[in-house]
T-cell receptor, first 110, second 113 residues
Framework: GEDVEQSLFLSVREGDSSVINCTYT??????LYWYKQEPGAGLQLLTY?????DMKQDQRLTVLLNKKDKHLSLRIADTQTGDSAIYFC??????????FGTGTRLTVIP | DVKVTQSSRYLVKRTGEKVFLECVQD?????MFWYRQDPGLGLRLIYF???????EKGDIPEGYSVSREKKERFSLILESASTNQTSMYLC????????????FGSGTRLTVV
């Protein structure tokens, strides 16, 4: 199966930008996803990018994909305390299977 | 609003009990999944199903079984609960080839005492 890796923790100050990084191993991955998990809740889809794209922007969120290096990042501009959560990267291979990273816990310091 | 509903948010069970975790989706999805989530370990796939009455083992199936008698319902069964099965359990569903990934339920936090 595919390996998806993320760092476990990130702390930023309120108002700064956050950048969460992810690497994956399967170059045939078709879609790459970012999910957000708030405390005690399930995972909520934030955004996704198709593998033939380099960048996708959605309000404060920017996703960058370097397909050559199999590297995905999520940038959150003007980070707020409400952005504190665990962020999961996931890579899709084939029609059915998503492979998840371990999640990055983002802490926003007021 | 499309949904994956897990029957309980919190459960406390005794060691040795048989435990049923229920998951229902209203999106007519073919695929359904059960994960457990533990700190520092991320999501680990227990079982999944691509169709009614079909099931496949994931990465950590030991101590668990599943049932999928209807398309919309996927049940996780702990045959004899043990304390090392204390965890957050997440159910998800998806449609093959769709570009929106999985839809997750809110999770069930199970404590085995």
């Amino acid at each position: 199966g595919e390996d998806v890796e993320q760092s476990l923790f990130l702390s930023v100050r309120e108002g700064d930008s956050s950048v969460i990084n992810c690497t994956y191993t399967d170059s045939s991955s078709t879609y790459l996803y970012w999910y957000k998990q708030e405390p005690g809740a399930g995972l909520q889809l934030l955004t996704y990018i198709f593998s033939n794209m380099d960048m996708k922007q959605d309000q404060r969120l920017t996703v960058l994909l370097n397909k050559k290096d199999k590297h995905l990042s999520l940038r959150i501009a003007d980070t707020q305390t409400g952005d504190s959560a665990i962020y999961f990267c996931a890579a899709q291979t084939g029609a059915n299977n998503l492979f998840f990273g371990t999640g990055t816990r983002l802490t926003v310091i007021p | 609003d499309v949904k994956v509903t897990q029957s309980s948010r919190y459960l406390v069970k005794r060691t040795g009990e048989k435990v049923f975790l229920e998951c229902v989706q209203d999106m007519d999805h073919e695929n359904m999944f059960w994960y457990r989530q533990d700190p520092g370990l991320g999501l680990r796939l227990i079982y999944f199903s691509y169709d009614v009455k079909m099931k496949e083992k994931g990465d950590i199936p030991e101590g668990y079984s599943v049932s999928r008698e209807k398309k919309e319902r996927f049940s996780l069964i702990l045959e004899s609960a043990s304390t090392n099965q204390t965890s957050m359990y997440l159910c998800a569903s998806s449609s093959p080839g769709a570009n929106y990934g999985y839809t997750f339920g809110s999770g069930t936090r199970l404590t085995v005492v």
